[in-house]
T-cell receptor, first 111, second 111 residues
Framework: DVKVTQSSRYLVKRTGEKVFLECVQD?????MFWYRQDPGLGLRLIYF???????EKGDIPEGYSVSREKKERFSLILESASTNQTSMYLC??????????FGSGTRLTVV | DAKTTQPTSMDCAEGRAANLPCNHS???????VYWYRQIHSQGPQYIIH???NNETNEMASLIITEDRKSSTLILPHATLRDTAVYYC????????????FGPGTRLSVLP
């Protein structure tokens, strides 16, 4: 089975900190995605990538950046964390047009 | 915006079949119907997908109407562990279109 691993299950960071959320997949998938999920708002796409060193903005990219230096790893970066970035962050990967495989999520709290 | 409509919530007795409906009246010829579920505090999990024929796997069956404007996900013998939010998504098979998650249906399996 494809595995998508997010490095941390829970994180607590301070306002203004630079935060890195890491995601690794083990099945050579081309496409990787970062979502955030908030009560009442559902899953919202932040950034995605179709190949190494490629990135595309999703619906809510403000305050975030991403890095994809290797095919298996897609990092989400919060340049200066703010309290409104407290959320569940979900990474997913897929090969071509097949369905997503999601990681278990990282619950980030910014205090 | 999500291209599907689903009931907000449903209940099902343990051991009985759970039938989750989804309307996708604007679906186009290239779009597949995907179903995911999300158990509390976990990432969404792929269940099944189909284009026009009915599909079955070890988790569920997917029944798509002949006009493709609606579908039903069937969990044949629901268990307490099937309690989750179920998402119905339509997505173009062509490369480049992302999944858009709506609010889904919250299924509660009752003992």
């Amino acid at each position: 089975d494809v595995k998508v691993t997010q490095s941390s299950r829970y994180l607590v960071k301070r306002t203004g900190e630079k935060v890195f959320l890491e995601c690794v997949q083990d099945m050579d998938h081309e496409n990787m995605f970062w979502y955030r999920q908030d009560p009442g708002l559902g899953l919202r796409l932040i950034y995605f990538s179709y190949d190494v060193k490629m990135k595309e903005k999703g619906d809510i990219p403000e305050g975030y950046s991403v890095s994809r230096e290797k095919k298996e790893r897609f990092s989400l970066i919060l340049e200066s964390a703010s309290t409104n970035q407290t959320s569940m962050y979900l990474c997913a990967s897929t090969l071509g047009s097949y369905g997503y495989t999601f990681g278990s999520g990282t619950r980030l709290t910014v205090v | 915006d999500a291209k599907t409509t689903q009931p907000t919530s449903m209940d099902c007795a343990e051991g009985r079949a759970a039938n989750l409906p989804c309307n996708h009246s604007t679906i186009s010829g290239n779009e597949y119907v995907y179903w995911y579920r999300q158990i509390h505090s976990q990432g969404p999990q792929y269940i099944i997908h189909g284009l026009k024929n009915n599909e079955t796997n070890e988790m569920a069956s997917l029944i798509i109407t002949e006009d493709r404007k609606s579908s039903t996900l069937i969990l044949p013998h629901a268990t307490l562990r099937d309690t989750a939010v179920y998402y119905c998504i339509v997505r173009d098979y062509n490369y480049g279109q992302n999944f858009v998650f709506g609010p889904g249906t919250r299924l509660s399996v009752l003992p």
